[in-house]
């Protein structure tokens, strides 16, 4: 079967900082696949790096068969790859009901995106609550449904999710955990980032362990929950963070 | 002439002057928005958009007349011109310096606002050149304070253009993004919106309004010179930034407050009317010193 997402031997730099060494794995259509790692490993540069924001020194990213390694980051999201960012990143001073349809720039037809932001509501009935605040002023899981919310506007066939359950209580983590099931029932291929490695793992089809940029186990979810030298990995090797330093 | 009718010349006065003001300030705070630019050279995009509209005036006025038949087209031309002027400028200048300390953008900004003042004044030899219309004195009497229907025209354009400004800000999916990207531009690109293409669009919509500027500003005082937009852009700042800058509306709320202050500032007993700039520029301190983020603005932890 033809990979929906595939990387081949990706290096990505941070000014002198070799965050990734020859990344390879693939994404098939349909599948939840979990990136693990401890921190600094380089998980949240793979995505960026998969997106667009920073650019590969080296190798490809293959997204349904196209070669995506040098498009512009506005490009790739016009594919329907689209990337939660960690951290959210929602607008901040501007509603609820503004950051949806800034997700749904790429569609022109105002009906369209009406329908979509519908859909939007009826999946977070909470964001329909709040639809004219501020988003800033919703709380965090508020927010993390509401980026998830603006990534849907555009449909997208591969949606890049970086640790979406964090900062989260233990209720709201299973919530979006449900809500990432939901979509990938739905259709929408998966590929999350976590730090949470058994929540990932219980949700997950494969998945792969990230040190210092790169990838050192691969596997099946039950094979990888199974595995003891997993712990080890996500305890992580090294000291240094050069991925959270970079990225600020 | 009675005290009241004094204010009342003096309100019609800051009004006008305030409107100028602020569709200048409006440019200037809307791409501090985005690119975080203190963009020296705004101020001189208003001198061209008055000698652009002066030159199409020129052309147009054997058939269509010195009056607003002529000066509507010449304002619609000046506008499209200079925005395209300022998509170049951006292009040119400021994009290839997008990852650059921002030292290095403001210092290129001050280089296009000479760049551009000299070729003016090569063009022009340093000389006034009269910007003659045939618009007459007619207007309305209120006591022995007249307004004619230019100045009123001048004030309901620029109301106009802001109003509409608003709206193409708040409510269409190009205008929201430019309110996106001032907050996260990262952000943006992961939602497809093309980053350069809205900035540019920021510089279009921003230039256009000072050029609109320019050429009311001609017709207004009935000459115009290569070194016009150098106090009109400090002025600007200093509304942008009592409004509080980043804020569109802020702009808008400033460069009124501006003209008014400006105009009442003269009235006070021992403040001539040669002492009005250093009235409007000791508020930009005072504002810096006790409320930089301004009427209006956002608190911002870094700043120029």
């Given amino acids: ?248 | 002439m009675p005290l009241y009718e004094v204010l009342l010349q003096q309100l019609a006065n800051g009004l006008i002057l305030g409107s100028f003001y602020a569709l200048v300030a409006l440019g200037y705070s809307m791409v501090y928005g985005v690119i975080k630019l203190l963009n020296f050279a705004h101020g001189d995009l208003y001198m061209v958009g008055a000698f652009a509209g002066f030159g199409a005036l020129s052309l147009i006025s054997g058939w269509a007349g010195g009056g607003w038949g002529g000066i509507v087209p010449a304002i619609l031309f000046s506008m499209l011109a200079v925005g395209v002027l300022g998509v170049i400028i951006d292009r040119v200048a400021y994009r290839p310096l997008r990852e650059a300390p921002k030292l290095s953008v403001l210092i290129t900004a001050l280089a296009v606002s000479m760049l551009l003042e000299n070729v003016a004044l090569a063009f022009t030899g340093g000389q006034y050149t009269a910007f003659t219309t045939s618009l007459g004195f007619a207007g309305i009497n209120l006591g022995m304070v007249h307004v004619t229907w230019t100045q009123m025209v001048l004030v309901g354009t620029s109301v106009v253009l802001m109003v509409v400004l608003e709206l193409f800000v708040s409510g269409t999916r190009h205008g929201k993004a430019m309110r996106a990207i001032a907050i996260d531009q990262d952000a943006c690109r992961l939602m497809g919106i093309d980053v350069d293409r809205t900035i540019a669009l920021t510089f279009l919509i921003g230039s256009a309004l000072a050029a609109a500027a320019g050429v009311l500003a001609g017709v207004y005082y009935g000459s115009i010179n290569f070194f016009m937009g150098f106090l009109i852009g400090l002025k600007a700042f200093t509304a942008a930034v009592i409004g509080g800058i980043g804020s569109i509306p802020g702009a808008m709320l400033g460069g009124i407050l501006l003209g008014l202050l400006e105009a009442f500032g003269t009235q006070i007993p021992g403040v001539g009317s040669e002492w009005k700039d250093v009235f409007v520029f000791a508020f930009l301190i005072l504002f810096l010193v006790f409320r930089p983020t301004g009427l209006l603005g956002q608190p911002e932890v870094e700043r120029m």
């Fill in chain 1, 1 to 248: 079967m033809e990979a929906l997402l595939r990387l081949e031997a990706v290096e990505t730099y941070y000014g002198e900082i070799h965050a990734l060494r020859g990344i390879g794995f693939e994404v098939r259509q349909g599948q939840v696949v979990t990136l693990l790692g401890a921190n600094g490993a380089g998980k949240s540069t793979t995505l960026r790096t998969i997106s667009g924001l920073v650019p590969a020194r080296s190798g490809r990213v293959l997204f349904e068969g196209a070669d995506i390694t040098r498009l512009a980051a506005h490009s790739i999201a016009r594919l329907g790859l689209v990337h939660v960012p960690e951290g959210r990143r929602i607008f901040r001073g501007m509603s609820v009901e503004e950051n949806l349809d800034l997700g749904g720039y790429s569609v022109v037809d105002e009906g369209v995106r009406r329908r979509r932001r519908d859909a939007a509501y009826a999946m977070f009935p909470i964001l329909a609550e709040r639809r004219n605040r501020d988003s800033s002023l919703l709380s965090g899981g508020e927010q993390q449904m509401l980026a998830i919310a603006r990534a849907l506007m555009s449909e997208p066939k591969l949606l890049l999710l970086d640790e979406p359950s964090m900062g989260l209580a233990p209720r709201l983590v299973q919530e979006i955990m449900r809500t990432i099931r939901r979509l990938n029932e739905a259709g929408t291929t998966v590929l999350l980032v976590e730090q949470n490695a058994r929540v990932a793992l219980r949700l997950a089809h494969y998945g792969y362990v990230l040190e210092t940029g790169r990838i050192v186990l691969a596997g099946e979810a039950d094979a990888l929950e199974k595995n003891e030298s997993l712990a080890k990995a996500y305890l992580g090797g090294g000291g240094s963070k050069p991925e959270r330093a970079a990225a600020g």
